[in-house]
T-cell receptor, first 110, second 114 residues
Framework: QQQVKQSPQSLIVQKGGISIINCAYE??????FPWYQQFPGKGPALLIA?????SEKKEGRFTISFNKSAKQFSLHIMDSQPGDSATYFC?????????FGQGTRLTINP | NAGVMQNPRHLVRRRGQEARLRCSPM?????VYWYRQLPEEGLKFMVY????????ESGMPKERFSAEFPKEGPSILRIQQVVRGDSAAYFC????????????FGQGTRLTVV
């Protein structure tokens, strides 16, 4: 059963633009929502994370927006750069395990 | 402080052979998680271990797969009698706490079954 749905599957953004990736979940027991960045041949690296008692969290160019009532959260990358080109995964925590979305392949065109 | 170390990075096995994947957690981390990533998919939880204990193996296939995290040495994910469908990237993560909010991932082992 797919518990975290991520969209879009792929995204192309021009340099300097805003990249937006969305996730939706079903299980209201989730209590931690991280985003991971993965480059080819590498493991996922934690980018930014949020708890459901907060509606927004910003770290540098990266912002998570969280809508508890809609059970949705999104990642915004401001001033997107070619170095941001990677696959991004949202996740949600259930007990001691992370449930991942399917991933979004982001390409930033120079 | 070295990160999570996984080896080998690439492993090729013939159908029916055994695959052993090793994970050395970060220093001071006693909680280890294994995830499997199929091509073009997200990571799927397999098992959560603490030293000498399996805490949650709800994501492990019932047959051929086993995991351990001994008192000394790395965590081992063992796949017996591998089949082509086992071809995937296997990632290990470790954390200092019994949750995953500070979990760091290794670079993975890419298993190819031929």
């Amino acid at each position: 059963q797919q518990q975290v749905k991520q969209s879009p599957q792929s995204l192309i953004v021009q340099k300097g633009g805003i990249s937006i990736i969305n996730c939706a979940y079903e299980n209201t027991a989730f209590d931690y929502f991280p985003w991971y960045q993965q480059f080819p041949g590498k493991g996922p690296a934690l980018l930014i994370a949020i708890r459901p008692d907060v509606s927004e969290k910003k770290e540098g160019r990266f912002t998570i927006s969280f809508n508890k009532s809609a059970k949705q959260f999104s990642l915004h990358i401001m001033d997107s750069q070619p170095g941001d080109s990677a696959t991004y995964f949202c996740a949600a925590s259930q007990a001691q395990k992370l449930v991942f979305g399917q991933g979004t392949r982001l390409t930033i065109n120079p | 402080n070295a990160g999570v170390m996984q080896n080998p990075r690439h492993l090729v096995r013939r159908r029916g052979q055994e695959a052993r994947l090793r994970c050395s957690p970060m220093k001071g981390h006693s909680h280890v998680y294994w995830y499997r990533q199929l091509p073009e998919e997200g990571l799927k939880f397999m098992v959560y271990l603490q030293k000498e204990n399996i805490i949650d193996e709800s994501g492990m296939p019932k047959e051929r797969f086993s995991a351990e995290f001994p008192k000394e040495g790395p965590s081992i994910l063992r796949i017996q009698q591998v089949v082509r469908g086992d071809s995937a990237a296997y990632f290990c993560a470790s954390s200092p706490l019994p949750d995953n909010t500070e979990a760091f991932f290794g670079q993975g082992t890419r298993l190819t079954v031929v």
